[in-house]
């Protein structure tokens, strides 16, 4: 796949969920406000081995962080999908992929 498309939400409750999302170490999205419906981004894969990192930095209003993560590739396809369920600020989920 050449690049990555990101969906996110808060499934829960929106209470001002955020997230902040690395690629390789490198942050690529400082802050991500999580709203009850998908928003995405498109994030570019360099060669090789890609590490996507997703930050709960908060916890909202009503207790921990609460997101789903949807992750396709190029050809839109469904890679991987995740629910967070009171993540705690600081906290980190990743995906390794591999560019060849």
């Given at each position: 796949s050449l690049f990555l498309t990101v969906k996110y939400r808060d499934y829960i409750y929106v209470d001002g969920d955020?997230?902040?999302?690395?690629?390789?170490?490198?942050i690529i999205k400082s802050?991500?406000?999580?709203?009850?419906?998908?928003?995405?981004?498109?994030i570019d894969l360099a060669d090789?081995?890609?590490?996507?990192?997703?930050?709960?930095?908060?916890?909202?209003?009503?207790g921990g962080n609460t997101a789903e993560i949807q992750i396709y590739d190029d050809?839109?396809?469904?890679?991987?999908?995740n629910?967070?369920?009171?993540?705690?600020?600081?906290?980190?989920g990743s995906i390794i992929m591999v560019k060849e």
């Open positions: 955020l997230l902040r999302i690395y690629s390789n170490g490198k802050e991500l406000y999580l709203e009850g419906i998908l928003k995405e981004i498109k090789g081995i890609n590490k996507i990192d997703f930050e709960a930095l908060n916890t909202g209003t009503s050809k839109n396809v469904l890679i991987k999908s629910l967070w369920d009171n993540l705690a600020a600081g906290f980190k």
